[in-house]
């Protein structure tokens, strides 16, 4: 079965670094999503994108980050300058966006920043 | 705006018990409503879904009927098993290329 799948596993960054997490979204899906879990607490909302531009974002999501997609298939996630609070499980996710196409989720990348 | 509450975690059973796991939902409209799974160390999986006022979504023995009367979306195990150790999220999505909302998950352990 295709898998959505992020790269890397696990970054560690220094405070005030850039970080790019990056994701291959499943090949015939229009629709992208980044979603964050800081440990232990719920699944957050950052941002979706479809058509080359963003359609809907959270108040998480402020102008140090960013999304892409580079080239057909990959997508990825942009932290200017990291902060402590950024440590987290980031997922990428992608659909059809039809109505029997959930979102498919990767395995998540860990960010740390120390 | 929309919103999932699921029973606080964590939840620990021993193996073949009855499992239930509460999940109410907030909607403006008529959303599909999702149960995810989360093993450790691994990421989201879908579990099992409806998309209409009492469908039953079911998958590896879990199943949750979908009850607009009382915007619920239980999930429930007869017998479950030591592998069934995870976390579980309720979640909705008020449209098919619309987000997905999640609850705040529940923990499950399943004890030998």
């Known amino acids: 079965e295709p898998e959505v799948t992020q790269t890397p596993s696990h970054q560690v960054t220094q405070m005030g670094q850039e970080v790019i997490l990056r994701c291959v979204p499943i090949s015939n899906h229009l629709y992208f999503y980044w979603y964050r879990q800081i440990l232990g607490q719920k699944v957050e909302f950052l941002v979706s994108f479809y058509n080359n531009e963003i359609s809907e974002k959270s108040e998480i999501f402020d102008d140090q980050f960013s999304v892409e997609r580079p080239d057909g298939s990959n997508f990825t996630l942009k932290i200017r300058s990291t902060k402590l609070e950024d440590s987290a499980m980031y997922f990428c996710a992608s659909s059809t966006g039809t109505g029997d196409s959930p979102l498919h989720f990767g395995n998540g990348t860990r960010l740390t920043v120390t | 705006g929309d919103s999932v509450t699921q029973m606080e975690g964590p939840v620990t059973l021993s193996e073949e018990a009855f499992l239930t796991i509460n999940c109410t939902y907030t909607a403006t409209g008529y959303p599909s409503l999702f149960w995810y799974v989360q093993y450790p160390g691994e990421g989201l999986q879908l579990l099992l879904k409806a998309t209409k006022a009492d469908d039953k979504g079911s998958n590896k023995g879990f199943e949750a009927t979908y009850r607009k009367e009382t915007t619920s979306f239980h999930l429930e195990k007869g017998s479950v098993q030591v592998s069934d150790s995870a976390v579980y999220f309720c979640?909705?999505?008020?449209?098919?290329?619309?987000?997905?909302?999640f609850g705040k998950g529940t923990r499950l352990h399943i004890l030998p």
């Open positions: 979640a909705l999505s008020d449209r098919a290329d619309d987000k997905i909302i």
